[in-house]
C-alpha cells in the first residue's frame, strides 16, 4: 500500500518538476494533473490485464503484474484453483454415487417437485421403456399410464409399494413391477421398481401345483369315502364284497403312486447334484426297468413285444436310482400308452462326439406338436382318461426332466400321431465311457468318450 502511495507521489511529484521546468509557477497545476493521469493511464493498463485474464478462464496463465494487482492476481488464482479443487471432488462424488444408482438392481428414478423426470439409473430405462435424451423432464404420469400408478401416485399414501403391468408387458408374457415412491428434499421423489415377474410366476405356478396335488388327491379318496360308506351302509354278497374292497385298493394305490412322485420330485429338487464318480452299465439300469415294465404290461393286459436292444456296453456317471426313475418312467409310459400288440424298444446308442443317447420307441398313439414342448410340465397331460387308466400320475416326464437336468443331459422327443414315440436321453460324453470286453476277461471300462 505503501509503494502505491509512493508510485502515486512520485508521478505528481514528477508531472509538477517538469510542468514548473517547462511553464513556471502555472505550469506546475497541468504538470501535476498529467503525473495523475499517467499513474492513472498505467493502472488501467494493468486492470486491462488482469480483466483479461479473468476473461480468459485459464487461471494457471497468471500475466505477469506487479503491485497491489499482482497481490489481487495471486489471491484470485488460488480462490479460483480451490474452487476447481472442490467442483472436482463433488463432480466425482456425484460419479461415484450415480455409479452405486446404476449398480442398483432395482430401478431408481428421480423426480422433480412438479413430478418430471430428473434422473434414472439403466435398470429403470429398461423395466419402463425410457430413453434419456427422450424422456427426460417428461412427467412421469405421461409415460407410466398403468392406471394402478395413476391411482397410486395422486394418492399420496406412499407408505406402501403397489404392483403394476410392466409397459410391454403382454397377456402371453405377463411382466410384473413393483413400485415404491419414496418423498425427500423439498417435494422431490424417489421412484424405486423392482421386476417382480419371476417371483410372480412362482407364486402362480406354486398355487397351481398346490390346486393340482388337491384335485389328485381329492379324487381317489372321493372314490374311496363312497366305497367305505357303501360297506358300511349296505350288507353286500361276498363277491360284491371282494370287488369293492379291490376299488378300493386301485384307488389307494393311485395316491400311494401320487405321493411317491411327489417325494422323488421334491427330492430331486432339494437334493445336491449328482457327482460323476459313480459308474453304472447301462445295461444293468435296463435290466432294473425292464422288470418293472414286463410286471406293468402283464397288469394292463397288454401284450406288447418289448425288447432291450443288445449293444457294446458303456457306463453312466450320475445317481443309479435317478437313472433308473427317468429310464423307467420312460419305459413305463411306452408301455401304458401303447396297445397290445405294439412294440417297444429300448436302445442305447454312442454318438461321434462321445455323448451317448438311451432311447425308448413305442409304435403308440404318437403326440401331436403343440403338445411335446409342455410334456414335461407337471400334471400335464395330452390324454388325460388314457394317463388315469393306467395309473398315470402326470409327473413321469416332470421326474425325467428333473434328473436329465441333474445330470446335465438332454431330453428330446420325437412323435408322429398315430405311428409312436421315441424319448431320448442324450447324456454328455463327461458321463459316459465305453467298457471294453477283452476274451475271458472281464469287461473293463476305459474313457474313450471323453471330452
Ligand atoms: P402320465 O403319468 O400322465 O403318463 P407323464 O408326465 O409321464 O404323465 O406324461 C405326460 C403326458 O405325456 C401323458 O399324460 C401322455 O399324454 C403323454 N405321453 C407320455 N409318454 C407317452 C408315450 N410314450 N406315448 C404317448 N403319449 C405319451
Known sequence: ???????????????????????????????????????????????????????????????????????????????????????????????????????????????????????????????????????????????????????????????????????????????????????????????????????????????????????????????????????????????????????????????????????????LEGSPLPGAGEWTPVSALWTQCEQEARALSTILGRAQRLTIAAAPEFELAGSPNELISAMGNLLSNAVRYTPAGGRVDAAWVPHANGKLEVSVRDTGPGISPEHIPRLTERFYRVDRSRSRETGGTGLGLAIVKHVVQRHGAELKVESVVGEGSTFAIVFPASRVRAVRVTDGAEPRATESHSG
Open 1 to 267: 500500500m505503501l509503494a502505491r502511495l509512493a508510485a502515486i507521489l512520485l508521478c505528481l511529484l514528477a508531472g509538477g518538476l517538469l510542468g514548473a521546468w517547462f511553464g513556471g509557477s502555472r505550469g506546475i497545476t497541468v504538470g501535476l494533473v498529467a503525473g495523475a493521469l499517467g499513474w492513472f493511464a498505467v493502472e488501467t493498463l494493468r486492470a486491462g490485464r488482469v480483466l483479461r485474464w479473468l476473461r480468459r478462464g485459464q487461471p494457471d496463465r497468471v500475466p505477469a503484474v506487479g503491485g497491489l494487482w499482482g497481490e489481487a492476481l495471486e489471491r484470485t488464482r488460488k480462490a479460483l484453483q480451490a474452487r476447481d479443487r472442490e467442483l472436482a471432488e463433488s463432480k466425482r462424488r456425484l460419479d461415484e454415487f450415480l455409479a452405486a444408482m446404476q449398480a442398483s438392481p432395482n430401478g431408481v428414478i428421480l423426480l422433480d417437485p412438479q413430478g418430471r423426470i430428473e434422473w434414472f439409473n439403466q435398470t429403470a430405462a429398461e423395466q419402463f421403456g425410457f430413453d434419456f435424451a427422450r424422456d427426460k423432464a417428461q412427467l412421469i404420469g405421461n409415460l407410466v399410464r398403468a392406471p394402478t400408478f395413476s391411482a397410486y401416485y395422486q394418492g399420496r399414501s406412499w407408505t406402501q409399494e403397489v404392483v403394476i403391468a410392466a409397459p410391454g408387458s403382454t397377456p402371453t408374457r405377463p411382466a410384473k413391477l413393483s413400485v415404491h415412491l419414496h418423498p425427500y428434499g423439498e417435494g422431490r421423489k424417489l421412484l424405486l421398481s423392482r421386476d417382480i415377474t419371476a417371483v410372480e410366476q412362482a407364486e402362480v405356478m406354486r398355487r397351481d401345483f398346490v390346486a393340482n396335488v388337491s384335485h389328485e388327491i381329492r379324487t381317489p379318496l372321493t372314490v374311496l369315502t363312497g366305497f367305505v360308506e357303501t360297506l358300511q351302509n349296505l350288507s353286500l354278497a361276498p363277491e360284491e364284497h371282494a370287488r369293492y374292497l379291490q376299488l378300493m385298493a386301485q384307488q389307494a394305490q393311485r395316491m400311494q403312486t401320487l405321493v411317491s412322485d411327489l417325494l422323488t420330485l421334491s427330492r
